[in-house]
């Protein structure tokens, strides 16, 4: 069956632009997160999304970077005037979220260069 | 503030050679806990949720723990596909489903 889709795969862009990564969850999946991963690091949170609930946001590092998502489908990571140090793979993941404990799934992830 | 540690960082073995790694937590309202496989390049494949201390839950060469405080992997007889990043991430109690992960244990297994 279909996975989490993120696109694009890679995304090389200058230094001062504004980039927008999107995340496609799995069908039905009510949760879904942002998680950033610098080279040789592990996964940083970045914003969760359940339902209607309003999003956590606690893990955005600046207000250049925001999140949307519409319903309990796509989702977009905008990130305003990037800089170098934004260079990462940017993780999304859903989870059905029946109840507390239900595992997430990731896509492949979106590889920003920011040159 | 809720942390979560892995240990070792990266750890190289020979195929057949068991070890185990660790992953410990300080966290308010622990539920339970996940683990994640990560290969290069590909986000992460889910292995385990361990709910109770006590548990226990196998699959193939991985077998994973749970105290109240740490959570093991343990790889026996380790075949050089195992070879990956392992990542823990502790989950709460309540509503939230916010995931913190462990910075994770790179895994080299040679032939």
């Known amino acids: 069956g279909a996975g989490v889709s993120q696109s694009p795969s890679n995304k090389v862009t200058e230094k001062g632009k504004d980039v927008e990564l999107r995340c496609d969850p799995i069908?039905?999946?009510?949760?879904l997160y942002w998680y950033r991963q610098r080279l040789g690091q592990g996964l940083e949170f970045l914003i969760y999304?359940?339902?209607?609930?309003?999003?956590?946001k606690s893990g955005l590092p600046s207000d250049r970077f925001s999140a949307e998502r519409t319903g309990e489908s796509v989702s977009t990571l905008t990130i305003q005037r990037t800089q170098q140090e934004d260079s990462a793979v940017y993780l999304c993941?859903?989870?059905?979220?029946?109840?507390?404990?239900?595992?997430?799934?990731f896509g492949q992830g979106t590889r920003l260069t920011v040159v | 503030e809720d942390q979560v540690t892995q240990s070792p960082e990266a750890l190289r073995l020979q195929e057949g050679e068991s070890s185990s790694l660790n992953c410990s937590y300080t966290?308010?309202?622990?539920?339970?806990l996940f683990w994640y496989r990560q290969d290069p390049g590909k986000g992460p494949e889910f292995l385990f949720t361990?709910?109770?201390a006590g548990e226990e839950k196998e699959k193939e060469r991985l077998k994973a723990t749970l105290t109240k405080k740490e959570s093991f992997l343990h790889i026996t007889a380790p075949k050089p596909e195992d070879s990956a990043t392992y990542l823990c991430?502790?989950?709460?109690?309540?509503?939230?489903?916010?995931?913190?992960f462990g910075q994770g244990t790179t895994l080299q297994v040679k032939p």
């Open positions: 991430a502790p989950f709460l109690s309540g509503n939230t489903g916010k995931l913190i």
């Open positions: 999304f359940q339902g209607n609930s309003a999003p956590d």
């Open positions: 361990l709910y109770s």
């Open positions: 069908s039905g999946h009510t949760a």
């Open positions: 966290v308010s309202g622990l539920r339970g």
């Open positions: 993941a859903s989870s059905p979220y029946r109840v507390v404990g239900t595992e997430a799934f």
